[in-house]
């Protein structure tokens, strides 16, 4: 999978209650434009309907081995044949050791059976079930047979009680998923170091000056560059999202906070990426507690923060280095003077006025070649072409400015 091409997927259920998050997988993956045919065990319509499915799809639900709707009645052939991959989930214990001994007696089992595309498979079980040693042989068996396996989670479960054996959320199953299937890979073995988020610079207990900045493009880009195989850490600010899957988070608060977290960091990456909005001053003078109002006009010194990407890109062995300008005039002016100040191969700016918070984006990126625009588009479709810049550049030998 590139950022312009989408696999086309098999979602398969099997019975158990957690087949209602196999809508909103459903759901997930049709609005972030995949083409997404489900096929369902009959156990499975005991908790949701085919209609439901294929309401959210778009596209007929198969149960049936013997459904006349496949043209040559061979729906277990068929069906799996344009798609990139199989994902059963939820995946029952019973749907579990079908498939680790090859039986085939429905048309979803049938389907694992005679693919030619990877398999992934999302149990869902009571905590006894999944830790039963049968389901432990046929869950060691399924992964020497290539078989990925996601999850499961630990938590309540249905039954009332809590333990391993929960099916993973819906979205952690669609990223996984599109994660693994993301091709080619030219960053594995390579370790990805970044910052996203804001920076919070105490004035008092309560009050503080930062950025606006939602933390989505930062981490957009950690997933995109986990997507081309790297090992990610992200240096995160304050922010309510949560950290892509896969990647190692560091969380801070300010920008020594930040500064001190990726100077741990840095001598073990091959790329850092500033997309953080660290903020340039910080109080000289914080105080312990809260400052009383009143009415007279209060005067903050304010003392300038350490420049995180400067002081990378001048390390003597320093990582590939890629900057981020957020401008509100000027763009190509300041981005330019930015990338030479700084000294790095390459620098992605927007507009401030159109990007933050948002979750889409106009992204353009600058190097020595010149000024290329990445044309407004979701952000983890703008991080893709930033990675794939990343790349590209890396493998012509792109140096700093001089």
């Known amino acids: 999978m590139t950022a312009s091409v989408k696999p086309r997927l098999l979602l398969g259920l099997s019975g158990g209650i957690a087949a209602y998050k196999a809508a909103e997988l459903t759901r997930l993956w049709v609005q972030d434009g995949l083409d997404v045919q ?8 005991g908790f949701i309907t085919p209609v439901t499915l294929q309401a959210l799809s778009g596209k007929p639900v198969y149960v049936d081995m013997w459904d006349g709707r496949v043209g040559n009645n061979m729906a277990h052939i068929d069906l799996s044949r344009d798609r990139a991959a199989i994902v059963v989930a939820p995946a029952s214990a019973d749907m579990l050791a079908k498939l680790a001994h090859g039986l ?21 079980m009571n905590r006894q079930m999944w830790e039963h040693a049968a389901t432990r042989r046929n869950i060691a068996q399924l992964q020497a047979d290539g078989v990925f396996i996601l999850g499961p989670a630990s938590g309540d479960q ?21 994660v693994e299937l993301a091709q080619p890979k030219p960053l594995r073995g390579k370790r990805v170091l970044l910052t996203a988020g804001p920076t919070f ?29 790297a090992e990610v850490t992200v240096v995160s600010g304050p922010t309510s999202l949560a950290v892509p899957r896969g990647c190692a988070l560091i969380r801070v608060e300010s920008a020594p906070q930040m500064f001190e977290a990726v100077m741990g960091e840095v001598e073990r990456c091959h790329v ?21 109002k009143s009415d007279r006009t209060m005067t903050l010194e304010l003392a300038p923060n350490p420049d995180i990407l400067a002081h990378v890109a001048a390390l003597p062995r320093a990582p590939f280095c890629v900057g981020f300008a957020a401008e509100s005039r000027d763009l190509d002016r300041y981005a330019q003077d930015k990338r030479q100040r700084k ?3 390459l620098l992605a700016a927007n507009l401030v006025q159109t990007a933050i918070g948002s979750d889409d984006n106009e992204l353009v990126l600058f190097d020595d070649a010149g000024r290329h625009v990445v044309a407004r588009a979701p952000k983890l479709e703008q991080a893709r072409a930033l990675i794939a810049r990343v790349v590209e550049l890396m493998a012509h030998g792109a140096i700093a400015p001089r």
């Open 38 to 45: 489900v096929v369902m065990t009959r156990a499975a319509c």
């Open 104 to 124: 085939a007696d429905d048309l979803l089992s049938t389907l694992c059976l005679a693919r030619e595309c990877p398999l992934f498979v999302a149990p869902a």
């Open 158 to 178: 249905a039954c009332g009680e809590v333990g391993l054996g929960r099916m993973l959320e819906a979205s952690e199953i669609a990223e996984d998923v599109l």
């Open 201 to 229: 610079e105490a004035i008092d207990a309560v009050r503080g000056v930062t950025n606006r900045s939602s933390g989505k493009m930062g981490f957009a880009v950690a997933r995109a560059a986990r997507e081309a195989g």
């Open 272 to 292: 850092f990426i500033g997309v953080a909005a660290v903020a340039d001053y910080r109080p000289s003078a914080p105080q312990a507690h809260k400052i009383k």
């Open 343 to 345: 000294r790095i191969p």
